[in-house]
Each structure stands twice: as C-alpha cells, then as structure tokens.
C-alpha cells in the first residue's frame, strides 16, 4: 500500500506538465508491489503556457542534446526500439521526453516556440533499455522528474548526478545498479522523492539521509548493511521503506521522534535487534508498520494503543513475548494484524475475538489454542533480561498527551551533560 499523498503530488506535477506531452497519464501499480506513477512512454512536445524553469533555453536545449545523445550511446540493448525516436536537434519529440517553456529573468513564461523550450522530465519507465548512466546527463539542469524504473541499467549512479539541481523526483527502482549508496542525490537541493528500491546497492546508509527534506524514501531489496543511522528521527519523510537488506542493530530511539506525519514505515526482512521503541504511539497517522523477519524481543510498548490509524501491523517471525492485550486488539482502525512466530504467552478478551476472524496468531505460546509452539520452546523466553526502555506517561494513558511527554523526555535527554 503507497501513500496517498504520492499519487497527489504526481498528478499535481504531471497535470501542470500535461501540456507538454502529446502521450497519456497514466497512473498504475508497478512491478514488484511499488506504485507506479509517471508520464508513460509517449512522444514529448513542447510546452504550452506553463512556466518552467528559467534560464536561456537555447543553450539548455543544446546540453539537452548533447545528454540525450550521449545516454543513448550507452544503451547496448532497445528492445522495443523506443530510442530510433531519439534523431535530431528536436529533443521535444524524443519518447519519454518531455520539455515545458522556460522562464525569463523576470519569472515570466516565454512563446510556445520550440526555441523557448526545457526539458523538464525523462520517464523511460518500463522501456526494458540495458545499458549505464552517463556523467552527461547532469548537463540537464531543468528537469524535475527522472524515471528509470523497469529497465536494466547496471553500474553507478554518476557523481555528477549533484547537479542535476531541480530533480524533484528521482526513481531508479528495479535496475540493476550497485555501488555505495549514491552520495550525489544528498547534493540535489530541490529533491523529495528517492526510489532506489530492487537494485544492488550496498554499504551503510549515511546519516545525511535522515537530514534531507525527503518525503518519500524507498531503499528496499537492495544489500544496504549495518546499522541504521542514529538520526532517523530527523527525517520529515511521510512513507520510508528499508525492507528487505542487512540491516543490523536496533531500530533507533529517535524513531519514536519523528514527523507525526510518518504514514508507513517498513522494516521487515532484516537483522534487527532489541525492543520496539516506546515512541511509536506518537505515529497517530501511521497507517503501516511492518517489523516482521527480524529479531525483535521485549513487550509490546503500550504506546501502541494511539496508532488510531493503523491498517495494517506485522509483527511476525520476531521473538516478541508477554500477553497480546488490547493495547493493540481495540486498534479501531485495524485492517491487517500478524503475530505469528513469536512467544507471546496470552490473548485479552478483545484479541481472542480477532484470533476467531482470520488474524494471524500462530505459532507462539497462547495455552489452549491451536498451532502453537511446542511447550519445550516456550519454557525460556527470550529476551527475558531486556530492558526495554519505557517512558513514564499517564495511566490509562492519554493519547493526546503522549507527543508532549515523550518531547519533555528527549529535550531532558538532550541537555544532559
């Protein structure tokens, strides 16, 4: 399930662009569970009377060439023969091209010319091209959105890419690219879409990560290992995807400090150790949290009774213990919940209601019920000396109070000498 906000803000742009694209919006579910949403591939054209970057379009149309051309001489494999179009000065009608008018000094949107043309975004989405990115395509200095996913690209990701400095949207999922995580999309001021899911990429995620104004972050199914940066907490990112690498350690204690704005998180299918952090209940908007496949222990935190909004929570194949009380069972919202493999050693009245409509407890330590653990595994819980850290808060505790106990925590932490 993506983020709501992801489709507006693609339709948003795309809408103000569709002036310029003779070919279709189109707006669907892409490969390997991600969404999807771009221009499609189609033949660009000139803007009409939407205002685009500013700056001599003559020349930027020239760079524009020489980028365009040069990717194309990277390009070992077309299968569907989509760059014959790219021939010619007239970048405007290449497919998957697209171009707006540009601006003057003043800020004022130009003739409908071809002259006075940008090219403002790439969505070479699903082309299938094999091949490498080239340095020259920094020399794009207006484009705004850039789409690669569903092709085989391999190599690196260019350190020129820092220049490309209107890039609002980069997605190069489901390629075949590797290397460190690629430095230079921290160096792009306007960015706030990264999609780098199902490459090869590996190494440590870097801190600056968390730091840059990101709304959406898609790191999945790639190789990224060790731990996960300390200020996680500092990201404003409404959806934030790590599934699916070497992620070791525990989730950071900021995590419980981020935006409020936070709408999905996923964790699953990594190294991860210790407790759920207190902090999760501050998410009253969150609708996702997946922390299944790793090694989590401890109590659940009863925070977790303000995740009003939650749809769906998988807490399976962890070693989580203590009863399922109603601190997750009364969610009001709760449309998928998952606890199977686990040792959790009771059932509120409220969850053995949900144990009887098709919620996943099997598999743990609940006496009396079914396709539970064999008692010999259920004798030593693990994780019995963990010492979660549980911040004091009212009880019952009070939902509406909790952003304000858990910032009058950290800022106590903080000024701690």
């Known amino acids: 399930m993506e983020n709501t906000w992801i489709l507006t803000f693609h339709l948003l742009l795309l809408l103000l662009r569709s002036n ?17 949403v771009g221009i499609g591939i189609g033949n660009g054209g000139s803007g009409g009377n939407t205002p685009g970057p500013s700056g001599s379009s003559v020349p930027n149309l020239n760079n524009a060439f020489t980028a365009l051309q040069a990717l194309k001489s990277a390009i070992i494999d077309d299968p569907s023969k989509i760059l014959d179009t790219w021939v010619g000065p007239d970048v405007c009608s290449y497919k998957g091209v697209f171009c707006s008018n540009s601006r003057d000094d003043n800020g004022i949107a130009t003739t409908a010319a071809t002259e ?26 207006d484009i705004t959105l850039f789409h690669l996913n569903s092709n085989r690209f391999s190599g690196s990701v260019p350190d020129t890419f820092r220049d490309l400095t209107s890039l609002q949207e980069l997605d190069l999922s489901n390629n075949q690219l590797s290397g460190p995580f690629p430095m230079a999309t921290l160096s792009m001021p306007s ?16 801190d600056d990560l968390f730091n840059k104004k990101l709304d ?3 790191l999945n199914n790639n190789n990224f290992e060790g731990e996960i940066p300390e200020n996680l907490g500092n990201s404003p990112a409404s959806v934030i995807n790590l599934a699916n ?14 935006s409020s704005r936070l709408k999905e998180i996923l964790f699953l299918n990594n190294q991860l150790t210790g407790c759920i952090p207190q902090g999760v209940g501050i998410f ?3 609708q996702v949290l997946d922390v299944s496949f790793n090694s989590l222990m401890g109590h659940l935190p009863d925070t977790m009774s303000c995740l009003q909004d939650i749809e769906v929570l998988n807490l399976a194949h962890n070693k989580l213990s ?38 996943d407890f099997s598999d743990n330590c609940i006496p009396g019920r079914n396709m539970q653990r064999p008692q010999p595994e259920c004798s030593v819980i693990p994780g019995g000396s963990l010492n979660c850290l ?21 800022n106590s932490r903080s000024s701690s000498p």
């Open 245 to 258: 690498n070497k992620l070791s350690g525990s989730i950071p204690f900021s995590f419980g400090f981020m």
């Open 284 to 286: 009253t908007e969150m």
């Open 20 to 36: 310029a694209a003779e070919g279709a919006i189109s707006v669907g579910v892409g490969g390997r569970g991600g969404i999807s």
């Open 322 to 359: 203590g009863e399922l009380s109603d601190v997750v069972c009364s969610l009001r919202s709760l449309l998928n919940l998952t606890v199977a493999y686990n040792f959790f050693s009771g059932l509120s009245q409220e969850c053995s209601r949900l144990f009887n409509v098709g919620f």
């Open 390 to 410: 549980r911040i004091p808060a009212p009880k019952p505790l009070v939902c509406a109070t909790l952003s304000a106990t858990l910032s009058k925590h950290t």
């Open 116 to 141: 006075s043309s940008v090219v403002a975004g790439i969505d070479l989405n699903h082309a299938n091209l094999q091949g490498t990115l080239v340095k020259e395509l920094s020399l794009l200095s």
């Open 191 to 206: 960015l706030i879409y990264l999609d780098l899911r199902y490459n090869n990429f590996s190494g440590q995620i870097p």
């Open 216 to 218: 959406a972050i898609f």
